[in-house]
């Protein structure tokens, strides 16, 4: 049964307030009761898989992008090529490359998650410094909310972004040890 905490104006004591579900008296209980089971059993397996099924999706997407950038078959070669326009392409694909599979391989395997995720958001900030470097490619004449296809392409890193920090937030611990660190 999860609380509300609650504290009045007037009052430093919290109240706490018991949230149950609500079951309609005629509905039959044991159909009731299967379908509550049924609820817990769905929560229980996304709280013991969905991280674990993000880190997994996460990191093969890294994989195959960067297996395609290193064996030259990526179709975002020509708008590296036209946004980085000042470093050698073969180069730039192969590290760029190895990069996104390394990123993905450590999130896949869990391992050194710390390190791995800052690897991932600065690649994917260097995603979004291609806006600077050749809005045209990413803007409908120059508008920013009017993307052009490979500007969904980079925005969609958001999401990259996002589950990263998802990742971090469950996975990895806390340098000090005790781990008893509260949002606020």
């Not at 013991?48 to 990191?59: D, E, F, K, P, Y």
């Not at 708008?79 to 073969?90: A, G, M």
């Not at 690897?119 to 995603?127: D, N, P, R, V, Y």
Request: net charge positive.
């Amino acid at each position: 049964m999860k609380s509300i905490v609650k504290t009045s104006p007037r009052s430093v004591t919290p109240t706490v307030i018991p949230i149950q579900p609500r079951l309609e008296s005629n509905v039959d209980g044991s159909l009731t009761g299967l379908l509550l089971r049924l609820d817990a059993l769905l929560i229980a397996v996304l709280r013991r898989w969905s991280i674990t099924v993000l880190r997994l999706a996460l990191g093969s997407v890294f994989v195959w992008f960067g297996a395609l950038k290193i064996f030259g078959a990526s179709p975002v070669i020509f708008l590296l090529q036209q946004t980085y326009s000042f470093l050698p392409i073969h180069v730039f694909l192969f590290v760029l490359g190895g990069w996104e599979m390394l990123i993905g391989i450590g999130i896949i395997f869990g391992r050194a998650l710390r390190c791995v995720l800052i690897l991932l958001c600065i690649h994917l900030a260097g995603t979004f410094f291609a806006l600077l470097l050749n809005p045209h490619l990413f803007f409908v004449q120059g508008v920013p909310f009017c993307l052009t296809a490979d500007g969904e392409f980079v925005m969609k890193n958001l999401v990259l972004i996002s589950a990263a920090l998802v990742i971090a937030g469950h996975e990895v611990k806390p340098l000090s040890g005790s781990g008893k660190y509260k949002a606020v």
